[in-house]
């Protein structure tokens, strides 16, 4: 009797342990099905914000652009779409955007709008904006710049100029100029009109920017990120 007893409180407890098991199991499966869920709106989420635009990329550094902050911008002498030879040097004294492009990336394409509308807006305030294009034709660029109405200057590279400029790999790539010809910001890949037009202000206002871009930099290459 107390054997048939002792067997029948095992086998109650082997089959409450298997009963809590099965329903351990059925939880657990249930939690990764909501947490795969919840990880799938958010990354649609993620992805969505960086597509129109509210959340922006962690920022790209070059290692050869990056020793260039703070110190003056390699001078160069480009022809335009006329023919004309046109020297960096050619803008002295003025705070100066030079973006390097082409016809062909979407990027490049997205931020002419916004050089037109600044070089509107503060060519009479020592500004000036130049487009360097690494197109392989000067026609194509004829055509885009008649037909987009660009108001600036665009030169051709000669591949000499990417090299002085650290090795131009992937456009668009910006460089901000003040007015002493010192790269004081540059940028890799697309970037709203705001950002230029705040570097463009607090140059013009005479403040020097060089060592807060140089200390995002140091911070992004203790995680590896250049």
Known sequence: MHHNETMAKYDYTEQDKL?????IVTRIDRDKIIGLIICLLTAAVVVGMIATRRIQLPEVFRPG???MVGKPAPD???RD???KEVKLADFKGKVVILDFWATWCPPCVKEIPHFIELYREYKEQDFAMVGISVD???GVVKSF???HQVNYPILMADGKVQQAYGGIRSIPTTFVTDKEGRIQRYYVGYRDKAVFEADIKALLAGEYLASSQRGRMLWLARFHWL
Do not use: V
């Open 19 to 23: 009963g809590r098991s099965y329903l």
């Open 76 to 78: 160069f002498a480009l």
């Open 145 to 147: 710049a008649q037909q």
């Open 136 to 138: 392989r034709g000067i």
């Open 65 to 67: 652009q990056t020793d």
């Open 81 to 83: 779409l006329d023919g």
